[in-house]
């Protein structure tokens, strides 16, 4: 696993080890130091920036200013400090030139790989399994549910800076390309939706292995993958 910690950034001070509301958690009164949910969001961008700094870098800073609305004022600022004992800056002008720089990276990494203008969209990023995006809870996504979920029509997608969260299931845009990329017949969703419907069906082992993988990285979506689901659901019975 990179360490992509400075060196002089391991001197911590107060504010990493002061204890602030936890936002991960509904409970009033339940609280967590600030430092352990900043070594949360760095471990989970660790464990899929491919060894890329600039992608590690603007996934950390993306997901701190992503917790920094979910604070009180002044657990917000406890944060901040926290986070820039860390060696996070979570201003805007800090978190534009991260973008730029992953946005750079991202561009040499599709020039190493003879990427060429035509490069279809529903390529996933990662294309071996060791590559692959886990978490250390155990939620894990490979090549081989990357096919079964194409074998539907669907896939799993990094989405970074969607509103929405930097991963979503989503709709296969082009069949056809992705049929000739897989091997095998993909066939074509007419939305997200119809996707999202064949995961909550849970009735696959890619749609449970999804389902856990959403639940550690997009928890918001997810929820409203089931709540779409449910008022299906109930849609279809006032039709009968």
Same mark, same amino acid.
């Given at each position: 696993?990179?360490?992509?910690?400075?060196?002089?950034?391991?001197?911590?001070?107060?504010?990493?080890?002061?204890?602030?509301?936890?936002?991960?958690?509904?409970?009033?009164?339940?609280?967590?130091? !600030?430092?352990?949910?900043? /070594?949360?969001?760095?471990? %989970? *961008?660790?464990?899929?920036? $491919? @060894?890329?700094?600039?992608?590690?870098?603007?996934?950390?800073?993306?997901?701190?200013?992503?917790?920094?609305?979910?604070?009180?004022?002044?657990?917000?600022?406890?944060?901040?400090?926290?986070?820039?004992?860390?060696?996070?800056?979570?201003?805007?002008?800090?978190?534009?030139?991260?973008?730029?720089?992953?946005?750079?990276?991202?561009?040499?990494?599709?020039?190493?790989?003879?990427?060429?203008?035509?490069?279809?969209?529903?390529?996933?990023?990662?294309?071996?399994?060791?590559?692959?995006?886990?978490?250390?809870?155990? !939620?894990?996504?490979?090549? /081989?549910?990357?096919?079964? %979920? *194409?074998?539907?029509?669907? $896939? @799993?997608?990094?989405?970074?800076?969607?509103?929405?969260?930097?991963?979503?299931?989503?709709?296969?845009?082009?069949?056809?390309?992705?049929?000739?990329?897989?091997?095998?017949?993909?066939?074509?969703?007419?939305?997200?939706?119809?996707?999202?419907?064949?995961?909550?069906?849970?009735?696959?082992?890619?749609?449970?292995?999804?389902?856990?993988?959403?639940?550690?990285?997009?928890?918001?979506?997810?929820?409203?993958?089931?709540?779409?689901?449910?008022?299906?659901?109930?849609?279809?019975?006032?039709?009968?």
């Amino acid at each position: 696993m990179p360490d992509f910690i400075p060196e002089q950034a391991r001197v911590i001070g107060g504010a990493w080890n002061t204890f602030i509301a936890n936002p991960m958690v509904s409970t009033t009164g339940a609280y967590i130091k !600030a430092g352990a949910l900043i /070594e949360r969001e760095e471990l %989970a *961008a660790q464990n899929t920036c $491919g @060894l890329y700094y600039e992608i590690y870098d603007v996934r950390v800073l993306g997901a701190l200013r992503g917790l920094l609305t979910k604070f009180s004022p002044e657990d917000r600022k406890v944060f901040e400090q926290a986070a820039s004992e860390r060696g996070h800056l979570l201003d805007d002008a800090s978190y534009a030139d991260a973008q730029k720089a992953y946005a750079e990276c991202m561009a040499e990494i599709q020039q190493e790989q003879g990427a060429s203008d035509d490069c279809q969209d529903d390529e996933p990023f990662f294309n071996d399994d060791d590559a692959l995006p886990n978490t250390d809870e155990g !939620a894990y996504w490979s090549s /081989e549910l990357d096919a079964a %979920a *194409a074998k539907e029509g669907w $896939g @799993l997608r990094e989405t970074f800076g969607s509103p929405h969260g930097d991963w979503q299931v989503l709709m296969i845009d082009d069949a056809a390309a992705s049929s000739k990329r897989f091997g095998f017949d993909v066939p074509q969703l007419n939305s997200d939706e119809q996707a999202w419907l064949l995961v909550m069906s849970e009735a696959e082992p890619v749609h449970h292995a999804v389902i856990e993988f959403m639940g550690f990285n997009n928890p918001e979506m997810l929820e409203r993958m089931r709540a779409f689901h449910e008022a299906s659901g109930k849609t279809l019975l006032a039709q009968n």
